[in-house]
Nanobody
């Protein structure tokens, strides 16, 4: 059974940083595209960041609202996806979800709360 387990969330003050991790129990992890999404109360789930190419992990896509502040990365040996979040703002408050996808097959983590508040 495939599991994606997120960690690293919590409460942080505006301007602070958090690093989210997503550990995958998934055979063939390296060939899956990976991404982070978030959902704030009353809003639809939205893309935060994703690695577009499995060949070139430097090919990334970010939501305009997080460009320059967030960085997505992956470690295929550890089967883990990371989201480094800097200069956090109140509007970054949401439940963050890890996603891995290969063609029509995709898996989601259970979500982790990130709250930015003073």
């Amino acid at each position: 059974q495939v599991k994606l387990v997120e960690s690293g969330g919590g409460l942080v003050q505006p301007g602070g940083s958090l690093r989210l991790s997503c550990a995958a129990s998934l055979s063939g992890f390296s060939i899956y595209a990976v991404g982070w999404y978030r959902q704030a109360p009353g809003n639809q789930r939205e893309l935060v960041a994703r690695i577009i190419s499995i060949i070139n992990p430097g090919q990334t896509n970010y939501a305009d609202s997080v460009k320059g502040r967030f960085t997505i990365s992956r470690d295929n040996e550890k089967k883990t996806v990371y989201l480094q979040m800097n200069s956090l703002k109140a509007e970054d408050t949401a439940v963050y979800y890890c996603n891995v996808r290969l063609g029509e097959t995709e898996y989601w983590g259970q979500g982790i709360q990130v709250t930015v508040s003073s």
